[in-house]
């Protein structure tokens, strides 16, 4: 089974930066699609970036040119400059398999707090 461990939130100063880290373990690195969504107070979760195994790369619009997601080993990486109020909130690691019916799975979100 899959494991992800999102690490890096905290609170961090608007038009500051932001590196997270999702550590996956127990599925071979490159069978998985791996991204980035957030969710705030009374809202679904939405995606902010994703890096698919074949390096394809897709950004929500309200990061594009904010925002950089990579990933290396068998972690994938977000990191967002400048910061602004509106990217507070949890962010989950998310991943699926490269199979034709994907098994999908979450990590357990790690907070995210833009102070002004």
């Known amino acids: 089974q899959l494991k992800l461990v999102e690490s890096g939130g905290g609170l961090v100063q608007a038009g500051g930066s932001l590196r997270l880290s999702c550590r996956s373990s127990g599925i071979h690195f490159s069978f998985l699609n791996m991204a980035w969504y957030r969710q705030v107070p009374g809202s679904q979760r939405e995606l902010v970036a994703s890096?698919?195994?074949?390096?394809t790369t897709i950004y929500a619009e309200v990061v594009q040119g904010r925002a950089a997601i990579s990933r290396n080993e068998n972690t994938v990486y977000l990191e967002m400059a400048p910061l602004k109020l509106q990217d507070a909130g949890v962010y989950y690691c998310y991943a699926s398999t490269i199979a034709r019916t994907p098994d999908t799975f979450w990590g357990r979100g790690t907070q995210v707090t833009v102070s002004s």
């Open positions: 890096a698919a195994t074949d390096g």
